[in-house]
């Protein structure tokens, strides 16, 4: 027994009457749907405690509920779930009481998710709803940033190693990006798929290096620039030139953000032809500035202040910094994934 929480769109598209939920006796609990005005249209679940997503046609309704449970296993077994789990949870899912929806978080979250689905749709037409439903699975997703791939796994007790078989390797470039004219240098180095726009490669430095993404920018390839029209707008023609085809014969690269600050960040190519299955960061050192200090210049005097208690802007710009503090020897790549996936979905950070 299960609780399907269903928004009033599907319950009047289905004729059902929303209930009192019942006492899931499943595993994961209960599940929320609505319909996603596709075409076809198509019923979207997720299941409320993994945030486990599951995609299928909706017509014909009178067999939407049976086809959602073998969609369901379908992804289950994609995903390499225990056969044991998989077989009780089914059977669990026989029965079932509509009822309408309460959490407000999932439905943030399926709101999210389909802006997703469509993002990767726009990129892999040929994907199914099978394909879209395990690589959402194994996607940084939902308040706390985890992967329902791993939240099934935290509530069955056991580790779940998955891998996202919608994508094989491809090539791509590894790449040095420095900030100019900042010493001790912050750098990071970064893999890339080489099929990346110019739009999805600032979105990767951006989450790489820590800043928020909240200014202009554009590239710089062999005296030619790319990213600003005219009339000083982003123009995306041109930012949807990709990696591959800027980089095949130009080994480097000035990335231009905040037209304010004026950060340039020089691009070095360190390989090419590298297989990657999506952006990933390698290394690097040192904290991103924070946003709107002032740039090199100003991050210097930043830096100078926060450290020298007599300096005349010391308390104005420890009261700017906030209570967290800055410590601008810090980094971390474990918040690279989440970073780049908020990014995408235009979340704050």
Known sequence: ??????????????????????????????????????????????NESTLLPVLVPLTPVKTLLPRFIEEFQVVCNRLQLPQEFIETEVAAMSENVWSTTANRSVIGTMTNMSRTFEYILDRQQNYTMTDLAVKQATLLTGPEYLKPIERIGDLLGIEISSYDTTTSPTSGFTFKISIRDIDPPIWREVSVPESSSLVEFHQILQAAFGWHNCHLFSFEIDGTDYGLDED?????????VT????????????????????WQHDIQVVKKNVLVNQAEIVQGERACPPEDCGGPWGYTNLLQALANKDHEQHDELTHWIGPDGYDPEYFD?????????????GLPR
């Open 1 to 46: 027994m299960f609780t399907l929480h269903a928004t009033r769109k599907l319950l009047t598209r289905t004729k059902q009457q929303g209930t009192d939920p019942a006492q899931n006796t499943n595993t994961l609990g209960s599940w929320y749907a609505n319909i996603l005005d596709w075409r076809p249209q198509t019923a979207f679940f997720v």
């Open 232 to 240: 000083g707008m982003l123009d995306p023609d041109e930012l949807a």
């Open 243 to 262: 990696v591959g085809e800027l980089f095949a014969d130009s080994p480097k690269a000035t990335y231009i953000y905040d037209y304010g600050d004026y």
């Open 333 to 345: 790549t474990r918040n690279f994934s989440r970073d780049l996936e908020a990014i995408r979905l």
